[in-house]
T-cell receptor, first 110, second 115 residues
Framework: QKEVEQNSGPLSVPEGAIASLNCTYS??????FFWYRQYSGKSPELIMS????GDKEDGRFTAQLNKASQYVSLLIRDSQPSDSATYLC??????????FGKGTTLSVSS | KAGVTQTPRYLIKTRGQQVTLSCSPI?????VSWYQQTPGQGLQFLFE???????NKGNFPGRFSGRQFSNSRSEMNVSTLELGDSALYLC??????????????FGPGTRLTVT
């Protein structure tokens, strides 16, 4: 059974701080890794994708992938109250279904 | 470019009825996946269609079925509805190249309530 694990939270950070969200996966041959943000009552929105080891930066977001440790993380710099949402980690390999973690709830206080 | 659209957005059905949900993918996307989201189970994969063929299937009973048309639009059907089928049903489309589907983009979802 392929699994994606996330700490459910809530993760609480003050405005302007760095939020660090973590995800581990069980399938060693996974190739594609995604982070989605989901606001309450809305559908998931893709914010980052990463395919190779290392860091990928996009604005205030940085995704980090370590395939040897089967670990992917998302850093949010200068966190804003509007970043308060549930963050979903998703993993797959070519030709297979995307497997989602249950999400980490982030709360950014002003 | 228009996003993924789903219809209807909200639906109330009675136990034992059946329901059909529709999804139109982003233009150029040929892969469509369906998910069920509930508070307890999170996002669970139902099935994926590519070029009118079901390519992957999740662990759901046969009451859940789907299809894809030549224009990549997709429908899913749930027969003999049960109370536990109440959920947000999400459709996601993705670009496919060389057999690999890339980033998936979600539609707004259909909120199904079974009474």
């Amino acid at each position: 059974q392929k699994e994606v694990e996330q700490n459910s939270g809530p993760l609480s950070v003050p405005e302007g701080a760095i939020a660090s969200l973590n995800c581990t996966y069980s399938d060693r041959v996974s190739q594609s890794f995604f982070w989605y943000r989901q606001y309450s009552g809305k559908s998931p929105e893709l914010i980052m994708s990463i395919y190779s080891n290392g860091d990928k930066e996009d604005g205030r977001f940085t995704a980090q992938l370590n395939k040897a440790s089967q670990y992917v993380s998302l850093l949010i710099r200068d966190s804003q109250p509007s970043d308060s949402a549930t963050y979903l980690c998703a993993v797959n390999q070519a030709g297979t279904a995307l497997i989602f973690g249950k999400g980490t709830t982030l709360s950014v206080s002003s | 470019k228009a996003g993924v659209t789903q219809t209807p957005r909200y639906l109330i059905k009675t136990r034992g009825q059946q329901v059909t949900l529709s999804c139109s993918p982003i233009s150029g996307h040929r892969s469509v996946s369906w998910y069920q989201q509930t508070p307890g189970q999170g996002l669970q994969f139902l099935f994926e269609y590519f070029s009118e063929t079901q390519r992957n299937k999740g662990n759901f009973p046969g009451r859940f079925s789907g299809r894809q048309f030549s224009n990549s639009r997709s429908e899913m059907n749930v027969s003999t509805l049960e109370l536990g089928d109440s959920a947000l049903y999400l459709c996601a489309s993705s670009y496919n190249f060389g057999g690999t589907s890339y980033e998936q983009y979600f539609g707004p979802g259909t909120r199904l309530t079974v009474t």
